[in-house]
């Protein structure tokens, strides 16, 4: 609204006279109109004064004006207030409001058409502002301790504001329960709790996962049969494992013992193996062969003044000398398999 009175820069001071002075007179000319003839007015918030159109003709052939006066000098007193209205939150708040601003322009339209009114309008309009649905929610969750507000948001259902969780549907982040679960929110935010029954389990974090009981337990069952056939089969297999190489090594054990206690006859093995200190004949060489031959070159020789008193041989002179009646042979030790070796 503006009011037909010169605007100075006292009316930006809230503390100055001029702004006390004009705010007393708004208080008892519109604020007492609002009270009267609007059933939801609650009150009057942020007045703000500042210049407005010029003054009206009327106002100025009161006074005379200097040739040289400014555009702020001959302004008006422009006047901008909001209006809190108490609107129930029921089917159609919308409609509610819309009325209301209605019945607000016409109130204003009253105080401008008296003439004993203490201001004189020269113009006023009443406009709409947008419905802040979430302010609704704020003021209604008061009394609701603050990790529970978070999870609340405010929605417009069919023209009323409702303040939903996320169990609703119509939340943007609605948490959907699967199988009949239920959706509670706790502090820890929405959680799906699934239902129970005799036959059925329900698991997952929305109750998607269904399970028969049966079918488990019998599951359970098999797996428990065979992983009890399993132990026994491994332990019987460790026994019998155990027993036979026990056995082999008893049979082992009793050979050698044999051995050592009586004469025993050794099986002819495949391999005969040497040492480089057994025995040789000294007369014949290793791997040589005796032959005729041997002897065909050898010729006694017989002297009339010489005496013989060693006896005749055929063989090759051998000097006794060289061979040593306690000489050491050695031979190895005969090897012990059992038939499962072989």
């Given at each position: 609204m ?35 003839e ?9 007045i703000?004064?500042s ?15 200097p040739l040289k ?12 207030h ?8 029921d089917?159609n ?5 819309e009325?209301i ?15 004993d009114?203490g201001l004189?309008?020269n ?9 802040n ?14 990790n ?8 417009l259902?069919?023209?009323?504001v ?6 609703n ?28 029954n ?16 049966i079918g ?5 069952g098999s ?6 056939l ?6 019987a ?6 027993r036979?190489v026990?056995?082999n ?6 050979l050698?013992k ?15 193996s ?23 070159n ?17 063989e090759?002179s051998i000097?006794?000398?060289?061979i040593?009646?306690?000489?050491f ?11 499962f070796?072989?």
């Amino acid at each position: 609204m503006e009011i037909n009175e010169k605007f100075t820069d006292d009316h930006t001071n809230p503390s100055s006279d001029a702004y006390q002075d004009f705010l007393k007179r708004f208080n008892e000319t519109v604020v007492n109109s609002y009270e009267k003839e609007i059933p939801n007015f609650l009150r009057v918030e942020n007045i703000i004064l500042s210049a407005g159109g010029p003054l009206q003709r009327s106002q100025r052939r009161k006074r005379s004006l200097p040739l040289k006066e400014t555009i702020s000098d001959t302004a008006s007193l422009k006047v901008e207030h909001d209006i809190l209205l108490n609107i129930e939150n029921d089917k159609n708040p919308t409609d509610t409001y819309e009325n209301i601003v209605k019945n607000v322009a016409i109130v204003l339209d009253g105080i401008k058409n008296k003439t004993d009114s203490g201001l004189v309008l020269n113009k006023a309009t009443a406009s709409e502002t947008d419905l802040n649905v979430k302010e609704v929610c704020i003021k209604a969750l008061e009394g609701i301790p603050e990790n529970f507000q978070k999870y609340y948001e405010a929605v417009l259902l069919g023209g009323k504001v409702e303040c939903v969780t996320p169990c609703n549907g119509n939340h943007k982040n609605a948490k959907i329960c699967k199988n009949s679960g239920t959706c509670e929110v706790s502090s820890q935010g929405p959680s799906c709790y699934c239902p129970y029954n005799d036959d059925l389990w329900y698991l997952g974090a929305d109750c998607s996962l269904q399970v028969h009981k049966i079918g488990f337990y019998a599951g359970l069952g098999s797996v428990a049969a065979i992983a009890v056939l399993t132990v026994a089969f491994l332990t019987a297999y460790l026994i019998i494992n155990k027993r036979t190489v026990k056995r082999n090594k008893d049979i082992k054990q009793e050979l050698v013992k044999e051995w050592l206690e009586d004469d025993f006859e050794w099986p002819p093995q495949k391999k005969t193996s040497y040492t480089a200190d057994r025995y040789d004949n000294p007369v014949y060489s290793p791997g040589g062969r005796h032959t005729q031959d041997s002897f065909g070159n050898y010729k006694p020789y017989f002297s009339a003044n010489q005496s013989y008193t060693q006896n005749f041989s055929p063989e090759p002179s051998i000097d006794l000398r060289y061979i040593q009646r306690d000489q050491f042979m050695k031979m190895d030790r005969p090897q012990i398999r059992s038939s499962f070796e072989t």
